[in-house]
């Protein structure tokens, strides 16, 4: 294994001297996803709403609280590490599993070439804090330590002066965790255990003992996020599994690849993105996971039980399982996914244990509910479509993902609505997990072990005075930031649907949509869904398939919108713009696709479809119902300036 944070051809020179990182000192107190927040072809920052927006990351010295949202972030550090183009050393402030894991993989699959790994310490909350630099001189800071010793030495100087910082190498970290005496593993010996297999155990013990485990715990399933196509190291991975003889041991489904695997010539994808795509695809189909292919594997028939022990990539699904369902999933990275689903087996940390699973700050909602959102809510059907509410539960997903700053918090308010479907909690769960890097959150009187005054009175107690109330100002940020593309003279080209997937149930809400009227689709706008072939299959069975399609909806099965990234899907006029009821999609989508994207709710996406619609007006029209139902009462509370 070659020290982090030179290349191999480096490393060979001289294997027992110290190893010293000096670099640009990069430095931000908002962590960032790897995944839709860097190119993992040239290290450039391409997140919108992040204040290292427009930096890179290549050979510098990074430092953030950690990475949050997308599980994918591995996929892009492995692509940073096989490039070249990656940070020399990352400095957290708390562990990052995920992370980590991108680098681990580079290590484990690929120490025979020439690659860069970047040097990856935790300091924690007090000495992240002195890293950072006041004013506009940079801070310079040197690492060193000794090839494969954990101990760290970091030194500051700035204009506050000189400091050091003891920490610990991650990446160097000895394995304590061993299979020794698991259920079903006791009987393999290193002779009737595949290649793949032992490389796959190397993984989940390395990871589990940085993430702090002491222990390993059978699961019960295990959802891959890792069947993306992001680069070559991915492909290389998964067929190298296949070519060692790996098999997963427990039901495994598959998340959304990068192209629908059957009609991709008909949607005018390019060859070489769909062989990629399916390539990626094809292994780990070979690998013995499900033809599954969807972001939302809890709308499948044999989804997750209260307790259940899981391993699920992607973040939406890993929150809603963890939150909505009640199992027991840390927000796994790509690649270890597979490794753990090979081996059967995960640490026994993060909120697999029930400590662990209490939260630790209260974001109140209920002030807000009850003024600025309840005395507009309709009770009819119609009138409720038409209201846009539908927009209000991404914009808190991602306001209280952005609030928690990596804790688990209990959110408070929402149930004073009426009601709260399973949809609505699918759209928070996805905005959640793109700004929280925690896995699990819980709402008063909604989420399952959060039922009862009790039990919410005592989780409130352990949050001590962590404590937030949402303010207008909050949620109304909130919405500018996702609205990001709003300009004068908009014109939707494209609108876009279904990320989540969507389900059976938001089918039938988009007919009843377009069936408010007769009018007929726009010619130059196009309407797409993404949605997993099996939810498609009941729609087929339902009707609703044949009345979408008549409308112009264009259903792509297998794929999502945060892998859909090329004409002609995506416009190529950069001038154009994506309209989505996703904030998901409205917070990725910007750096993805270079467009520009506008946020609605779904009743507004049909309107700016039909033909004899203005879309300014139509858009003006929702946003500015949107804003009178928060702007309606003046009593406001303190506002939080993440955005």
Excluded at 82 to 92: D, S
Aim: charged letters at 20%.
């Amino acid at each position: 294994m070659q020290a982090p944070g030179y290349s191999q051809s480096q490393q060979c020179i001289c294997p027992m001297a110290p190893i010293t990182i000096t670099g640009e000192t990069l430095y931000s107190d908002v962590g960032i996803s790897f995944w839709g927040g860097i190119d993992p072809l040239n290290g450039n920052v391409i997140d919108t709403t992040h204040p290292l927006y427009g930096k890179c990351v290549k050979d510098s010295i990074l430092c953030i609280p950690s990475g949050r949202g997308s599980c994918t972030g591995s996929q892009v550090m492995l692509e940073l590490c096989l490039n070249g183009n990656g940070p020399k050393a990352i400095l957290l402030r708390d562990v990052d599993a995920i992370l980590c894991t991108g680098a681990v993989i580079a290590e484990e699959f690929f120490n025979d070439e020439n690659i860069s790994i970047p040097m990856i310490c935790a300091v924690g909350k007090e000495m992240f804090s002195q890293l950072h630099q006041n004013g506009e001189e940079k801070a310079m800071i040197t690492i060193e330590s000794h090839r494969d010793t954990e101990d760290v030495v970091i030194r500051i100087n700035n204009i506050n002066g000189k400091t050091e910082i003891r920490s610990k190498n991650l990446l160097a970290m000895k394995s304590t965790l061993s299979f020794d005496g698991c259920g079903g593993k006791s009987q393999q010996t290193d002779q009737t255990i595949s290649q793949a297999e032992k490389l796959a155990e190397s993984v989940v013990q390395r990871i589990g003992c940085i993430s702090g485990a002491t222990e390993l715990i059978p699961i019960n399933s295990a959802h891959i996020d890792a069947v993306t196509y992001i680069g070559e190291g991915g492909l290389r991975f998964a067929q190298r599994l296949v070519e060692l003889g790996g098999k997963v041991k427990v039901p495994t489904t598959l998340n959304s690849q990068s192209t629908d695997r059957g009609r991709w010539q008909e949607l005018g994808i390019d060859a070489n993105v769909a062989t990629n795509a399916n390539s990626v695809g094809d292994a780990y189909l070979e690998l013995g996971c499900e033809m599954s292919f969807t972001c939302a594997p809890y709308l499948l028939p044999n989804k997750p039980s209260k307790g259940d022990n899981i391993m699920w990539g992607e973040s939406n699904a890993v929150v809603f399982s963890n939150s909505v369902l009640g199992a027991r999933t840390e927000k796994y990275a790509d690649y270890f996914d597979i490794c753990a689903a090979i081996v059967g087996f995960v640490g026994h940390t993060g909120v697999h244990v029930s400590e662990n699973r209490k939260p630790s700050i209260v974001i109140d909602a209920t002030n807000f509910i009850r003024v600025h959102l309840l005395p507009e809510i309709r009770t009819d059907a119609v009138d409720e479509k038409e209201s846009g509410i539908d927009s209000f539960y991404p914009v808190m997903g991602w306001l209280s993902g952005n609030l928690s700053d990596g804790r688990i918090p209990l959110i408070l308010g929402f149930d004073l609505l009426p009601s709260m479907s399973r949809d609505n909690l699918k759209a928070f769960c996805a905005a959640f997990g793109t700004t929280g890097s925690s896995p699990l959150f819980h709402m008063s009187n909604i989420t399952p072990e959060a039922m009862g005054d009790s039990v919410i009175n005592e989780m409130i107690q352990s949050c001590g005075d962590r404590r937030i109330e949402v303010s207008k100002e909050d949620v109304m940020g909130a919405y500018t930031t996702l609205d990001s593309g709003k300009q004068s003279g908009d014109e939707i080209s494209l609108v876009a649907l279904g990320n989540p997937h969507l389900s059976v149930e938001e089918m039938k809400d988009l007919i009843d949509i377009i069936s408010l009227d007769d009018r007929p689709k726009h010619d130059n706008v196009k309407v797409v869904a993404t949605l997993g072939r099996q939810i498609q299959s009941k729609g087929d069975r339902l009707g609703y398939t044949k009345r979408l399609e008549d409308f112009g909806v264009t259903l792509i099965n297998d794929t999502c919108w945060c892998m859909l990234l090329h004409p002609p899907i995506i416009p190529s006029n950069p001038s154009a713009k994506i309209l989505t009821n996703s904030g998901k999609y409205a917070h990725y989508g910007p750096g993805l696709t270079n467009c520009s994207i506008r946020f609605g709710s779904m009743y507004q996406c049909i309107e700016a479809a039909k033909s004899d619609c203005k879309l300014d007006d139509v858009h003006e029209e929702i946003e500015m119902r949107f804003m009178f139902m928060i702007m309606t009462n003046e009593k406001t509370s303190s506002s939080h300036q993440w955005y």
